[in-house]
C-alpha cells in the first residue's frame, strides 16, 4: 500500500494485493467502502459510485455492458453487492431517444426499471444518469466538504479553474436529474483530458478507465483542496473569530439536558422525536463566533445536507456570557412556533399544483450560542445523521467564508428538492414505524434477568432504551450485547442507586442528553430477603422498604418531573410481585415493601391522569431463571422455607400454580410492553399479575 503524506490529507488506503483477485464489480464495491469509510470524503449515505462492466446475459448468453451504480437511498461506505443497481448500457443510451425535454425529466425515472439487468430489485437512484452517461468505465460522485466550500462560493467557477486548471471541469447549479446526466456527458465528452467536474452547490464527480485510478483520482482532486483552502485561509479567524464565550464541558452538557426534553415536548405532538447532542470542537467554533448570525439564516447548500437538515437552522435564544436559562427555556414555545410558521410560509411561497403536502413544519438542528447542536428526528441514527451533515455544512462554510462568499441553496431550488415528487416517492417506500418508535424507556434494575428482557422487547418494537442498574458494569455488559443486536443508537447504560437521590437525576439527565428525553418509566430495581418477624432486623426491614418503596419513589418523582416537562404523556410501569397482594410466609420485609409499592402506583395513576402519564403494575411470581434476585441467599431461604432444595423449588413453585407453569423474564416484559403501548392507552392505575394463576393474589 502507498500513503500519501500524513496530516489531515486523504490517505490512499488501496490495497493492490487484496484487489488483485477481485472482479471489476467487487473492486467497485471496494472502491466504495474505502471512500464511504471517511466523512472528509463523504456523509453517511451521501454519494454514489459506478462501474461500467462486461456481463454475461442471462437472455442470450453473450456479453452485456452493464452499468453497476449505487441504488437509492444506500450508503457507500457500509454498503454490500446487493446495494448496487445493475442495469443495461444499451438500453440506458437508448432512453435519449425517449428524453421530452427539461420539463419533463421526472418521468425518465420510470423508465429505469426497464432497463434493469438480471432482475436486480435494487432501484436506481436519481443519479443513475450523471454515471451512466460519462464516457469513463469507473465514476465516483462524493460530497467533501472541502469541494463543496469551492462548490458553495459565489465565484465557484473561477476558484474551480484557479486550483485544478482544464483537469477539473464546472458545470452551474442544477438540481440532480437526466438532464444534469446529459450536460456532465457533453461536458466529459467536449474535453476528454478532464479528470472530473465540480458541480456548483453539490459536490464533486471523477472518472477514469481503471478501478484504482478513479479510487487515486478522488483522492487526489479533494487533498488538492483542501491544501488550497489551507494555504488561503491561514492566519485568518474562523468566521471571523469568537463574538461569545464556550461554556465549559459540565456545563454545556447539564445546559443540553435540560433544554433537550422542552425541545422535544414541543415538536413531538404528532409523532415522538428522538434527540441527539453534539458539542464537537467544529459545532463549537460556529457557534460562538462573529459570523454565526449571519451564516445560520443561510442553511445548507448542497442537496444532502439539505434534505437531512431542513431550508435553515433553529437559533436558540442564549448568552453565555450572561446565561439564563430560565429565560431561554420560557422562550422555547415562541420560538418553536415562529419557526413553524416561517417554514408554512416557505412552502407556500413556493409549492406548485402538484406539490406534496406540508411535512413536519419543525426544526431538525436546534443550535445553542456556547454550548452546541441539538439534533431531532424520528430515530436516534437519523438524529446523530443529521447532525454530521450539518457539521459537514459548518465545515463547507468556514471554508468559503475563508476563501470567498458562502451561498446556499436559493430558496426555490432548496423546496424543489425537498419537495421534489421523487423524493416523496422514497419516503413512501420506508417501512412502516415500528410500534414504539421515536420512545424513550428507562428500565432500572436493567442489567437483571427481567430488566434486561423488558429492556430486549422494548428495543425490539423501536424504541430507544437506557439501562439504569446499581452494577455499572453488569449495565454496561447487558447494553453492549443489545447494540450489537439493535444498533449503538438505541442503548445506553447508567450507573444508578435507586436509593441515592443525586444518582437518580443524573441518570434522567443521562437520558435527556443521550436521547432528548424519556417516555416510559420500566420501575424494576429490587432485592429479596426471607426471616421470620422475630429474625428480621430494622437493618433488613429498613433495606427493603429503601430499594422497594422509597428508591420506586425517588425514580418516579423524577420521572414526573421530566415527563411534565415534555408535555406528552408518558408511561410508568411498577415491577411489584405477587407477594404485594398475598402474603407469605417469612417475608415480612418484603412483601410489605411491595405492597406499598403497589399502593405508591395507584397515588401516581391519580396524580399523572391529567397529564396523560399513564401508571400501572406487573405482578411476577417465582420468576427463578436469570433473576439476580434468586442467585442470592434469598433462594436458600425460599427453598428452607418451602423444605426442599435449589433444583426443587422452580418445581414447587410450578405446581403450586393455578396453570401449572413456569414464568420467566420474557412473560414479565410482554406484561409491560402491553402497558408502554398504545394498546392500553385507556389504562392506568391497574394491575397485571403474571404469575401462572395464584388465586390469593386475585385483585377483586
Request: charged share 25%.
Amino acid at each position: 500500500m502507498v500513503a500519501t503524506p500524513a496530516g489531515n490529507r486523504l490517505e490512499n488506503l488501496w490495497d493492490d494485493a487484496k484487489a488483485a483477485s477481485m472482479s471489476e464489480s467487487e473492486k467497485l464495491l471496494y472502491r466504495s467502502n474505502l471512500l464511504g469509510s471517511d466523512k472528509r470524503v463523504t456523509n453517511y449515505g451521501g454519494g454514489n459510485t459506478s462501474a461500467k462492466v462486461m456481463e454475461t446475459d442471462p437472455l442470450g448468453g453473450g456479453q452485456a455492458e452493464v452499468l453497476w451504480v449505487k441504488g437509492s437511498g444506500g450508503d457507500i461506505g457500509s454498503m454490500k453487492m446487493d446495494g448496487f443497481s445493475t442495469l443495461y448500457m444499451d438500453k440506458l443510451r437508448a432512453l435519449k431517444g425517449l428524453y421530452r425535454g427539461v420539463a419533463f425529466e421526472d418521468e425518465m425515472v420510470g423508465y429505469l426499471p426497464h432497463c434493469t439487468f438480471n432482475l436486480n430489485p435494487r432501484a436506481a437512484s436519481i443519479d443513475t444518469p450523471l454515471h451512466a452517461y460519462v464516457p469513463k468505465k469507473h465514476v465516483d460522485h462524493v460530497h467533501s466538504d472541502a469541494i463543496i466550500a469551492i462548490a458553495a462560493s459565489v465565484n465557484s467557477k473561477e476558484l474551480t479553474a484557479e486550483i485544478f486548471g482544464d483537469e477539473i471541469g464546472w458545470l452551474p447549479w442544477k438540481k440532480p436529474g437526466y438532464e444534469l446526466g446529459l450536460w456532465l456527458e457533453k461536458l466529459a465528452t467536449e474535453n476528454p483530458g478532464m479528470r472530473g467536474a465540480v458541480l456548483e452547490s453539490h459536490g464533486l464527480f471523477t472518472w477514469a478507465d481503471d478501478a484504482k485510478d478513479c479510487y487515486l483520482t478522488t483522492l487526489e482532486i479533494i487533498n488538492k483542496a483542501a491544501t488550497w483552502l489551507e494555504v488561503k485561509s491561514a492566519g485568518k479567524p474562523a468566521f471571523g473569530g469568537a463574538k461569545v464565550p464556550t461554556l465549559p464541558a459540565d456545563e454545556r452538557r447539564a445546559i443540553a439536558a435540560r433544554l433537550m426534553p422542552v425541545i422535544r415536548g414541543l415538536i413531538s405532538k404528532e409523532r415522538h422525536k428522538i434527540g441527539h447532542f453534539d458539542d464537537q470542537d467544529a459545532v463549537l467554533e460556529f457557534v460562538a463566533s462573529q459570523d454565526f448570525a449571519r451564516l445560520a439564516p443561510l442553511g445548507t447548500s448542497c442537496p444532502d445536507h439539505f434534505l437531512r437538515t431542513k431550508i435553515r437552522p433553529q437559533v436558540v435564544d442564549f448568552d453565555p456570557a450572561n446565561p439564563d436559562l430560565d429565560k431561554t427555556i420560557a422562550s422555547l414555545p415562541a420560538a418553536a412556533e415562529a419557526y413553524r410558521a416561517d417554514y408554512t410560509a416557505y412552502y407556500e411561497r413556493c409549492k406548485k399544483p402538484d406539490s406534496p403536502a406540508l411535512r413536519d413544519p419543525n426544526a431538525v438542528v436546534w443550535l445553542v450560542p456556547g454550548v452546541g447542536m441539538i439534533t431531532f428526528a424520528l430515530d436516534r441514527a437519523t438524529a446523530r445523521i443529521s447532525g454530521e451533515f450539518y457539521v459537514n455544512a459548518i465545515n463547507v462554510m468556514r471554508g468559503s467564508s475563508a476563501v470567498s462568499t458562502y451561498q446556499g441553496l436559493p430558496e426555490q431550488e432548496a423546496f424543489d428538492i425537498e419537495y421534489w415528487l421523487l423524493e416523496e416517492a422514497k419516503l413512501a417506500r420506508m417501512p412502516k414505524p415500528k410500534a414504539l418508535a421515536g420512545r424513550v424507556a428507562l428500565v432500572t434494575g436493567g442489567a437483571g434477568g427481567i430488566g434486561s428482557a423488558t429492556a430486549e422487547r422494548l428495543l425490539r418494537d423501536g424504541a430507544c432504551v437506557v439501562l439504569a442498574d446499581i452494577d455499572a458494569a453488569a449495565a454496561a455488559d447487558v447494553a453492549a450485547g443489545m447494540a450489537k443486536v439493535f444498533g449503538q443508537d438505541a442503548v445506553r447504560s447508567v450507573a444508578m442507586n435507586v436509593t441515592v437521590e443525586s444518582d437518580v437525576a443524573e441518570a434522567f439527565a443521562f437520558a435527556a442528553l443521550e436521547f432528548g428525553g424519556v417516555d416510559i418509566l420500566v420501575s424494576n430495581a429490587g432485592i429479596a430477603s426471607s426471616a421470620p418477624i422475630e429474625e428480621t432486623s430494622l437493618a433488613l426491614w429498613n433495606k427493603n422498604m429503601d430499594i422497594l418503596s422509597t428508591g420506586y419513589f425517588l425514580v418516579s418523582r423524577e420521572a414526573f418531573k421530566l415527563l411534565r416537562q415534555q408535555g406528552i404523556g408518558g408511561s410508568v410501569v411498577f415491577v411489584a410481585s405477587k407477594n404485594g397482594l398475598a402474603a407469605s410466609p417469612n417475608a415480612a420485609a418484603y412483601c410489605t415493601a411491595k405492597a406499598a409499592e403497589i399502593h405508591l402506583a395507584r397515588c401516581l395513576a391519580l396524580e399523572g391522569a391529567e397529564a396523560g402519564i399513564r401508571v400501572n403494575v406487573v405482578n411476577p411470581d417465582a420468576v427463578l431463571r436469570g433473576s439476580k434476585i434468586w442467585s442470592g441467599e434469598w433462594l436458600d431461604q425460599r427453598a428452607s422455607t418451602y423444605q426442599t432444595d435449589k433444583e426443587g423449588l422452580e418445581e414447587m413453585y410450578r405446581s403450586r400454580s393455578m396453570l401449572k407453569r413456569s414464568v420467566l423474564p420474557e412473560d414479565i416484559a410482554e406484561g409491560i410492553w402491553f402497558f408502554v403501548s398504545d394498546l392500553s392507552a385507556k389504562s392506568t392505575g391497574n394491575i397485571l399479575n403474571v404469575d401462572a394463576g395464584n388465586v390469593q393474589a386475585f385483585t377483586r
